[in-house]
T-cell receptor, first 116, second 113 residues
Framework: KAGVTQTPRYLIKTRGQQVTLSCSPI?????VSWYQQTPGQGLQFLFE???????NKGNFPGRFSGRQFSNSRSEMNVSTLELGDSALYLC???????????????FGQGTRLTVV | GESVGLHLPTLSVQEGDNSIINCAYS??????FIWYKQESGKGPQFIID?????DKRQGQRVTVLLNKTVKHLSLQIAATQPGDSAVYFC????????????FGQGTILTVHP
């Protein structure tokens, strides 16, 4: 079956602009999580969506937002970009069934965002 | 100001050796632990997981050990191959935190032929 698909793979934006990243989860998966990966901070959790609802959020400013559609596809948006937002943004999908710890998360290849 | 880059621990081994990668996790209440492998230009790939009520789990060529007393996790790779060269991350999850994973800093494994 198809894996997690993230688009675009690479993106260059200017400070102050906004950006939207897209993630298509594995078919049948209802949970989508987003992570930011940087050399300075490593992998950090941004937020998670399940059935179109945000059910968990990391410690990021309000400039970072997301949403999930009825087909489980998810988008994340970063407004008023800063140089420090340059990172690899990873999306992970899982079945997301409540109470089941062993819901393996499958990651996409990420979107490499460069802010100049 | 400038951010200080993480200085990832590194492990260099010869092909065929066994590798042990260590991880100290942060939350004693975490219920579930996972090891991921990340190759250059790719997203993390699941290797093996373990629940907090276990202390050992084996997979194909890999074994994960969990020591809750000292909040330590290790990944053992038997007969390491050049294709095992990657960055390895441990991750922890609380049962109440749905899909949120908290990742360790990672270890760079280099396997020399």
């Amino acid at each position: 079956k198809a894996g997690v698909t993230q688009t675009p793979r690479y993106l260059i934006k200017t400070r102050g602009q906004q950006v939207t990243l897209s993630c298509s989860p594995i078919s049948g998966h209802r949970s989508v999580s987003w992570y930011q990966q940087t050399p300075g901070q490593g992998l950090q959790f941004l937020f998670e969506y399940f059935s179109e609802t945000q059910r968990n959020k990391g410690n990021f400013p309000g400039r970072f937002s997301g949403r999930q559609f009825s087909n489980s596809r998810s988008e994340m948006n970063v407004s008023t970009l800063e140089l420090g937002d340059s990172a690899l943004y990873l999306c992970a999908s899982s079945l997301g069934l409540g109470g089941d710890l062993n819901t393996e998360a499958f990651f996409g290849q990420g979107t490499r965002l460069t802010v100049v | 100001g400038e951010s200080v880059g993480l200085h990832l621990p590194t492990l260099s081994v010869q092909e065929g050796d066994n590798s042990i990668i260590n991880c100290a996790y942060s939350n004693s209440a975490s219920d579930y632990f996972i090891w991921y492998k990340q190759e250059s230009g790719k997203g993390p790939q699941f290797i093996i997981d373990i629940r907090s009520n276990m202390d050992k789990r084996q997979g194909q060529r890999v074994t994960v050990l969990l020591n809750k007393t000292v909040k330590h996790l290790s990944l053992q790779i038997a007969a390491t191959q050049p294709g095992d060269s990657a960055v390895y991350f441990c991750a922890e999850k609380l049962g109440t935190s749905y899909g949120k994973l908290t990742f360790g800093q990672g270890t760079i494994l280099t396997v020399h032929p």
